[in-house]
């Protein structure tokens, strides 16, 4: 076999094997990331979060404050990019009282709750 070859083989063979990576060794802690997994097996797409925040006591508008981008990946469920955001207001907000819930409906219905409004976020942040 040519080296060419070879590489072809070990490409394809990385290719298959790099997602199993995300069904087999997943953050539980991040159930809905699925930024190495085979999308179209995947439920995860199909999840639907919800977030409200509120600082300081009054509603705080996530739109204004945060690219659409970012509050998509809010809306899928992606709990690196929620506490990015936690960190962000925390830190433009110092002594800020910042409570968010977070509700995401799965495809079977089921609705998890991955952030409860019972704390003051930014006394936990960094």
């Not at 070879?6 to 298959?16: E, P």
Request: net charge neutral.
């Amino acid at each position: 076999m040519r080296a060419r070859d070879l590489f072809i083989a070990a490409f394809l063979v990385s290719q298959l094997l790099l997602p199993l990576r995300w069904y087999l060794l997943r953050d539980p802690g991040d159930p809905f990331d699925e930024r190495f997994a085979w999308r179209m097996f995947s439920p995860e797409r199909m999840v639907r979060c919800s977030a409200q925040a509120q600082l300081n006591g009054a509603p705080l508008d996530l739109g204004r404050k945060f690219h659409s981008a970012w509050l998509t990946l809010v809306e899928r469920g992606r709990m690196d990019v929620v506490h990015a955001v936690i960190d962000r207001v925390c830190l433009t907000e110092p002594g800020g009282d910042l409570r968010m819930s977070l509700s995401c409906r799965e495809i079977d219905g089921a609705v998890s709750t991955m952030i409860t409004p019972t704390a003051n976020l930014c006394a936990e942040a960094p």
